[in-house]
T-cell receptor
Framework: QQQVKQSPQSLIVQKGGISIINCAYE??????FPWYQQFPGKGPALLIA?????SEKKEGRFTISFNKSAKQFSLHIMDSQPGDSATYFC????????????FGTGTRLLVSP | DAGVIQSPRHEVTEMGQEVTLRCKPI?????LFWYRQTMMRGLELLIY????????DSGMPEDRFSAKMPNASFSTLKIQPSEPRDSAVYFC???????????FGPGTRLLVL
């Protein structure tokens, strides 16, 4: 199964709060899990990524938590800011076969002032 | 580096006309991807190339769509004839096979009337 399931579809968080976006996958061959951030009128841009040999990766206010046994991973945005308002996509990469990224359906985040 | 370059940034055309979208990948990247993004279907992979060779075109919606990569620094996505349902934002992305990070261009916003 190639799909990556992402939730929620949209999210409203108050400034200073924690934003949490969840993704789940089925294909155990996936071995690289990036998150992309997209602002209106722009292309998606890599935000942070993780490989399944670690359970957590943190870069500034952004943290990926990875649960290999549950085949789930999530993005946490601490101290969310209005400038974080964007659409976030999780993705998974299979380094065998066709070597392509499979994207989730996206989460539209709005951080209210 | 200038990043992935796409042209035109906006295209408005009438149904039945031929549309050609262009992409220049990041120098040194040997994988190139074409995506389509709509509100209804999200981010869809149309086709991708490794070393200028089409690897997977299973996402190309129908025969009206074609893509070429005549050399490592240029690719085109052509729609002939165009239809209103082709209206979307089309993204090109490139990746270094060794690096893992995929970089997106700014997109071409296509409107077919």
């Amino acid at each position: 199964q190639q799909q990556v399931k992402q939730s929620p579809q949209s999210l409203i968080v108050q400034k200073g709060g924690i934003s949490i976006i969840n993704c789940a996958y089925e294909n155990t061959a996936f071995d690289y899990f990036p998150w992309y951030q997209q602002f209106p009128g722009k292309g998606p841009a890599l935000l942070i990524a993780i490989r399944p040999d670690v359970s957590e990766k943190k870069e500034g206010r952004f943290t990926i938590s990875f649960n290999k046994s549950a085949k789930q991973f999530s993005l946490h945005i601490m101290d969310s800011q209005p400038g974080d308002s964007a659409t976030y996509f999780c993705a998974a990469w299979e380094d065998t076969g066709f070597q392509k990224l499979v994207f989730g359906t996206g989460t539209r985040l709005l951080v209210s002032p | 580096d200038a990043g992935v370059i796409q042209s035109p940034r906006h295209e408005v055309t009438e149904m039945g006309q031929e549309v050609t979208l262009r992409c220049k990948p990041i120098s040194g990247h040997n994988s190139l991807f074409w995506y389509r993004q709509t509100m209804m279907r999200g981010l869809e992979l149309l086709i991708y190339f490794n070393n200028n060779v089409p690897i997977d075109d299973s996402g190309m919606p129908e025969d009206r769509f074609s893509a070429k990569m005549p050399n490592a620094s240029f690719s085109t996505l052509k729609i002939q004839p165009s239809e209103p349902r082709d209206s979307a934002v089309y993204f090109c992305a490139s990746r270094d096979l060794a690096g893992g990070t995929q970089y997106f261009g700014p997109g071409t916003r296509l409107l077919v009337l």
